[in-house]
């Protein structure tokens, strides 16, 4: 009878000490090892071909209560092909992987074209973990996997000139 009590006032403390553990966990990874993701990306592909850059913006959609990378892709003249918009992530800290469901809207027809599946992946700069490199694979007609690049963005520019000038010089398009 004593071991059953014993084990009946355990339960509790032991659920209270691990909410605790989770709770400091979660709080000094914040500070010590934190994740810097917020702002403006361009993405290069690894391979050769048209469409090898697109730019977005990583952000908290406290609405969604969600992270969402939308942006778009673009023709290597600067002309854009589509945009993408997150409809599912999942943001996995403690491999450092930011997963994400996207729709794609083509520009020239106006609709949505297809759905696909991105992974941001991070590396270690200074005390912070920044995004570095992830890959898509998509639905869109004649698509393949695609692994690439990410640089940070200062803006992101709206006309094609100034698109074509920031692949030039941040993107190392060629």
């Not at 010590?32 to 090898?52: A, F």
């Amino acid at each position: 009878m004593k071991d059953l009590l014993l084990l009946l006032a355990g339960i509790p403390f032991g659920v209270a000490a691990n909410y605790i553990y989770q709770y400091v966990k979660s709080k000094t990874d914040r500070m010590y090892d934190p994740i810097k993701m917020i702002g403006n990306w361009g993405e290069l592909v690894d391979d050769s071909g048209e469409r090898r850059c697109s730019m977005g913006e990583i952000r908290y959609d406290r609405r969604r209560k969600m992270w969402t990378f939308d942006g778009t892709n673009y023709h290597n003249d600067g002309r854009p092909f589509c945009h993408w918009t997150t409809e599912a992530s999942y943001m996995d800290k403690s491999a450092r992987e930011f997963y994400y469901i996207f729709t794609n809207t083509l520009v020239e027809s106006g609709q949505k074209g297809y759905m696909g599946f991105g992974v941001v992946r991070f590396r270690r700069q200074e005390r912070a973990w920044v995004p570095d490199h992830g890959f898509f694979v998509s639905g869109n007609e004649g698509e393949t996997y695609r692994s690439h690049t990410m640089v940070p963005l200062d803006g992101i520019p709206t006309n094609q000139s100034e698109v074509r000038k920031l692949f030039l010089s941040k993107l190392n398009l060629t």
